[in-house]
């Protein structure tokens, strides 16, 4: 149930998402960006935390070694084009705008009880989160912690600065809430079922489908009672050039990028992987959240993968070869050779009828069932 439960920041993974907002403000995918190890933007220091500088680079280099400094600056020119500091809850907000086509922020409708909605870090965010909280912080910023000042004064004069900035103007989306939601970190959170949702829908070319677990309803002689046809969430509306860059870009992650250690060896040439990795970092003490994105093959989607492992380190090295092992036992790979007969699946695909059932309940398995899908769908 932790793949529609809980929500976390999703790091790396959600780049896709500002990508795509980038493409439809009309900055150019296939354009060069700087790369630079850091970023320093008012009393801000941003730096790469996957990835290292890498100079002048192209867009898609950037997905593929996950330059964060990439991202940051198309999100700082987005952000002064929205009007900046003097911007209203009003004005425009590219990324997550982006982010709500993919149906983040809400739940996905899978037939499943209690799920999340996630949360998308944002201007409406930002408001109704002062809202619910600026009573709590103005009081704060009056009384000034009097107990924690009785055992640490500096502290004490911390949180109360904190709380009186809040209290004044915690509903404006900063420069730092910006850069921080382009790379999947600050207050955005998603389930890894909406983050393969996403996934798929860049996969199939835009179009959001509703998760669902339950194919049909059968009684026991036989009889469909209730069959569920895939049922269509949304589209993307955003250009198409900026869908079709992504799938030509993250195949690129696989072969040359962040994920190309956990797929080494793997036969990419008959099953091509897209995948963007993430290490989505806590605060505190804990180890990152780590991110695997993926769907297969890249060429003619029909598998979107997601895996997440809370305090699980770098999206490479912890969930990258689980992804992997799930690939392989969908396409029946063992080493660099492919047989669908190894599959997991009957007839190495997914079945796309009901089964039949026999009166006394023993299903009946055709030779040759199951036809695959020619996208991803969540079903």
Known sequence: GGYILSAYAPGSTYKVISTVAAGKEGFSLYGDYNCPRKLKLGTQTFRNYESAGYGRIPLRRAIEVSCNTVFYGLADQMWERAGGDTATVASPDPIAEAARMFGLGEPTGIDLPEESAGRVAGREFKVANWEAKK?????????????????????????????KENCADGFRWREGDALNAAIGQGDTAVTPLQMAMAYAAIANGGTVYEPRLIKGVISGDGTVVEEFTPVIKSTVKAPRSALRFLREALPGVTTDGSARVPFAGFPLDAIPVASKTGSAQVTGSKVSTSWFAAYAPADKPRYAVVMMVTQGGTGSKTSGPGVRAIFEALFGVDGSDVDPRRSVL?????????????????????RGAGTGLPDARGE
Request: proline share 14%; with cysteine; hydrophobic share 25%.
């Open 346 to 366: 009957y007839d190495g695909r997914p079945q796309v009828d009901l089964p039949r059932v026999r009166p006394d309940g023993t299903p009946v398995i055709p």
């Open 135 to 163: 009573d709590t912080w103005c009081r704060n910023a009056v009384e000034g912690y009097p107990e924690t000042r009785k055992r640490d004064p500096q502290l004490a004069d911390y949180f109360t600065a904190l709380d």
